[in-house]
């Protein structure tokens, strides 16, 4: 995140929290920890808190839960690649022989 993008942040928090401090040095303290953080994500982290917080946020809401959004990104794409193997193994699936069923039924009910 440049200090450009920095700024629209602390814009959009002054807005909503009129009491936030936007000193030079608060914004330094935010590029400081914010610089390698995507503008996206803490724009979307951002919104979150002012719909759901009573104070301004500080930088580790701003930044969200960075290890939970992994988390759940990795889980999405787990997610996508097993329903894309199911519908390959769907597409290539044939019902089984006649009489399979009952012939596995009927050999269960003898091993009692």
Not at 41 to 65: D, F, M, S, Y
Not at 66 to 94: N, P, S
């Amino acid at each position: 995140m440049d200090r450009a993008e920095i700024f629209d942040l602390l814009i959009e928090i002054k807005e909503n929290y009129p009491h936030f401090d936007v000193s030079e040095e608060n914004v330094d303290r935010h590029m400081k920890y914010l610089h390698d953080f995507s503008f996206e994500a803490a724009q979307q982290n951002l919104q979150e808190h002012v719909r759901t917080g009573k104070w301004p946020p500080n930088i580790a809401e701003i930044r969200g839960q960075l290890g939970e959004q992994l988390e759940r990104d990795r889980m999405r794409a787990v997610t996508a690649e097993f329903f894309a193997k199911r519908e390959a193994a769907a597409e290539v699936a044939c019902p089984p022989p006649p009489g399979w069923k009952d012939g596995l039924i009927e050999r269960l009910r003898h091993r009692k």
